[in-house]
T-cell receptor, first 112, second 114 residues
C-alpha cells in the first residue's frame, strides 16, 4: 500500500525566515510526486510534479526537490500570503489513471 | 476558462436522507475523481470515472455510496441514508488525459449530517 508522511504537521515562520517541508513516501513504483497548496475552505491547488530523483522545480519562493525516498518543499523568504496547508501526493505505476495518494499535509503559518 | 465546478458548496442533511453532490469538470476533461476529506484527516480517494464508465471504485464504501458520470451532464456522487460519519468535505478533480496529469480540484461540497 502506498504511504505518504509529511512533517512537520504544523510550522510557524516569521516573514523572511526560510525553511523546508518534508514528504517521505513508500510506493511500489513512483510515476510522479505532486505538491499542492490548500487554503481554508478551498480545494487543493496544483503546484509541481516531479518524476525522477534529482529533479527540481521552482515557482516564485517555492522550490521542490525529489530523492528516491522523499521530497522537500523549500520556502525562501516566505510572506504571509504563503500561509496555507501544503499537501504532498504520489502517483504509482500500478494505480488507475492519475489517482493520487495524499499525505495529511503541513500547515504553514507565516507571521508578518 | 472555468475550473472544476462543484455544487452545492454546503449541504445539510438529516440522518437517513439522501445527499447528491454534483461536479462539472474543466472544459475538455473527461476523467473525474472524487475524494473525501474528514476533519483533521487527509484526502482519501473514493472513485475514478470516465464518461459513462466507472474505472476504479476501490475507495468507495460498498454500501450507500454510488457515483456516475453520464455522457451529458455533471458527475454525481450519491450518498443514500446518510449517517453522522458521512459529514466531511467532498472534492472532485478532473484531468484531460488518463495518465501523467495533475488533478485539478474544485472547491468541494461540505456535507453536514444532523
Amino acid at each position: 500500500e502506498d504511504q505518504v508522511t509529511q512533517s512537520p504537521e504544523a510550522l510557524r515562520l516569521q516573514e523572511g525566515e526560510s525553511s523546508s517541508l518534508n514528504c517521505s513516501y513508500t510506493v511500489s513504483g513512483l510515476r510522479g510526486l505532486f505538491w499542492y497548496r490548500q487554503d481554508p475552505g478551498k480545494g487543493p491547488e496544483f503546484l509541481f510534479t516531479l518524476y525522477s530523483a534529482g529533479e527540481e522545480k521552482e515557482k516564485e519562493r517555492l522550490k521542490a526537490t525529489l530523492t528516491k525516498k522523499e521530497s522537500f518543499l523549500h520556502i525562501t523568504a516566505p510572506k504571509p500570503e504563503d500561509s496555507a496547508t501544503y499537501l504532498c501526493a504520489v502517483q504509482a505505476w500500478e494505480t488507475s489513471g492519475s489517482r493520487l495518494t495524499f499525505g495529511e499535509g503541513t500547515q504553514l503559518t507565516v507571521n508578518p | 476558462n472555468a475550473g472544476v465546478m462543484q455544487n452545492p458548496r454546503h449541504l445539510v442533511r438529516r440522518r437517513g436522507q439522501e445527499a447528491r453532490l454534483r461536479c462539472s469538470p474543466m472544459k475538455g476533461h473527461s476523467h473525474v475523481y472524487w475524494y473525501r476529506q474528514l476533519p483533521e484527516e487527509g484526502l482519501k480517494f473514493m472513485v475514478y470515472l470516465q464518461k459513462e464508465n466507472i474505472i476504479d471504485e476501490s475507495g468507495m464504501p460498498k454500501e450507500r455510496f454510488s457515483a456516475e458520470f453520464p455522457k451529458e451532464g455533471p458527475s454525481i456522487l450519491r450518498i443514500q441514508q446518510v449517517v453522522r460519519g458521512d459529514s466531511a468535505a467532498y472534492f472532485c478533480a478532473s484531468t484531460r488525459r488518463a495518465y501523467n496529469s495533475p488533478l485539478h480540484f474544485g472547491n468541494g461540497t461540505r456535507l453536514t449530517v444532523t
